[in-house]
């Protein structure tokens, strides 16, 4: 049993989870509201190159690098620098900047909704939207598409409830809203301590300080916000929607 359950976590996830240094997002348009909940929404997906272009000024630490090479698609290839992770200084004091290229950016599918913020990693990329007071959204680009990860906001915490993949040619995507009141229970509920562990082994040694499932959560999210891989940060997405499913 404990061998299937975390097999069928490893099966959830791609195995071509290749996160391409390019980016990906996803636009939103205005939803109904039935009984004070959001129906379900579609938010429409355009190419990387126009959002970022309409968008890159709302990121202080990435920086569009505009040059004119020959043999080189100007506007269809992004340059841009961000802070080096190690937090170095080159030789006159200046803290090192590392150069990330992105060709053929009309080609990547991007959620066509103003960023909150968008980290860039080695492996890919993480993009967060505040759809609204309940709803946010998570995308981070795959080298097949779009990995979007729905999360309902609770007490200040952006709790994943449903992983959805967009591919490349998809040229929306639909936003279910999240049951709150079944979420609030599951959150109360105790925490199957194996199937964490099973999960996610790392959280072994903090065991027995998480009781309720809220605990391993805040746990989780404190974990993921230390974490600089795309990969990693999906692996703990997709252990929050099964302890609250």
Request: proline share 4%; charged share 30%; hydrophobic share 35%.
């Amino acid at each position: 049993m404990n061998e299937n359950l975390a097999k069928m976590l490893k099966d959830d996830t791609p195995d071509d989870l290749e996160v391409q240094g390019q980016l990906d997002l996803v636009n939103e348009e205005e939803s109904e509201i039935v009984n004070g909940h959001p129906e379900n929404l579609r938010v429409m997906i355009k190419p990387f190159s126009e959002w970022f272009e309409k968008h890159n000024s709302r990121f202080e630490d990435i920086n569009q690098v505009k040059v004119a090479i020959r043999g080189v698609d100007s506007v269809n290839t992004i340059i841009i620098t961000i802070p080096d992770p190690k937090n170095e200084k080159d030789e006159s004091g200046n803290f090192k900047r590392r150069l990330k290229i992105f060709e053929d950016s009309d080609q990547i599918p991007v959620i066509d909704l103003t960023p909150n913020s968008m980290d860039i990693y080695n492996n890919g990329f993480r993009i967060i939207y505040n759809y609204n007071d309940e709803i946010s959204i998570k995308c981070y680009g795959v080298k097949n598409g779009l990995i979007v990860v729905l999360c309902r906001n609770v007490d200040d915490q952006m709790i994943p409830y449903e992983i959805v993949k967009v591919k490349k040619k998809e040229k929306d995507l639909e936003i279910k809203p999240c049951n709150y009141d079944e979420m609030i229970q599951n959150l109360e509920k105790l925490a199957n301590k194996e199937n964490i562990q099973i999960l996610y082994t790392q959280i072994t040694k903090y065991i027995s300080s998480i009781n309720t499932n809220h605990d391993a959560v805040t746990w989780f999210l404190t974990r993921q916000s230390e974490v600089a891989d795309v990969n990693h940060h999906l692996q703990i997405d997709k252990v929050l929607c099964y302890i609250l499913k």
